[in-house]
């Protein structure tokens, strides 16, 4: 992955280098699916498969003869569930994990078209809460995943508009947590792209 890093940094392309290390994939898809109030839990569809995000990358979910798409053997053993992936002030420690208190399973569903996960919010956490009733009143209703890209290969594409350009394919990534978001975390996202040009102008 650093050697594709590289090749799309020296390529002017840091929208795409920003995603080959550890990021939040922000899918505009990606919504709430359904909610539970009385178990404090909510349901969302935390990745899709249409076509690139407004970042020109584009996420598989299933194994392929590509890669594995979204391996979840990592994050099965400590499902967390964070607010803006941690990244923002308001509460950077998880506010829940996809586990299911009744079941003991991960509440984490991977399909070659979309992956969906629910969200079981901390009891104790008075950030969580806050953030659960957000969601209820359908002020959040977003949400994505952090991925840790293992393969990726860049694409060159070209549509009916005779538009031309790059999407980077991301075969294969480690889930990491997912879980809802602001506008903050797309902000963020964007600002990403700034410091990977800074850092290599820095070192370069």
């Known amino acids: 992955m650093e050697a594709l890093r590289q090749k799309l940094i020296d390529d002017g ?46 996420l598989q979910l299933t194994k392929s003869k590509h890669g594995q798409g979204i391996m979840t053997e990592n994050y099965d053993k400590n499902p967390v569930c964070c607010f803006d992936h941690g990244l923002n002030p308001f509460v950077s420690v998880p506010i829940g994990t996809s586990r299911n208190p009744d079941t003991g399973e991960v509440d984490l569903k991977i399909t070659k078209s979309k992956a969906t996960g629910t969200v079981h919010f901390s009891q104790s956490l008075p950030q969580a809460e806050q953030i659960f009733r957000l969601i209820d009143e359908g002020i959040i209703r977003a949400s994505s995943v952090m991925i840790r890209p293992m393969r990726a290969d860049l694409t060159e594409f ?44 820095r070192t370069g």
């Open 13 to 58: 392309l840091a929208d795409l280098a920003s995603m080959t290390a550890d990021f939040p994939f922000v899918d505009n898809h990606c919504q709430t699916v359904s909610i539970d109030a009385s178990s404090m839990s909510a349901r969302f569809v935390i990745a899709t498969n249409k076509g690139p995000n407004r970042k020109n990358a584009r």
């Open 158 to 201: 070209s549509n009916d508009d005779e538009e031309e350009g790059f999407v980077l394919d991301i075969f294969e990534s480690d889930l990491m947590e997912f879980g809802p978001e602001s506008a903050r975390i797309q902000m963020r996202s964007e600002v990403q792209s700034i410091l990977v040009i800074t850092t290599t102008l």
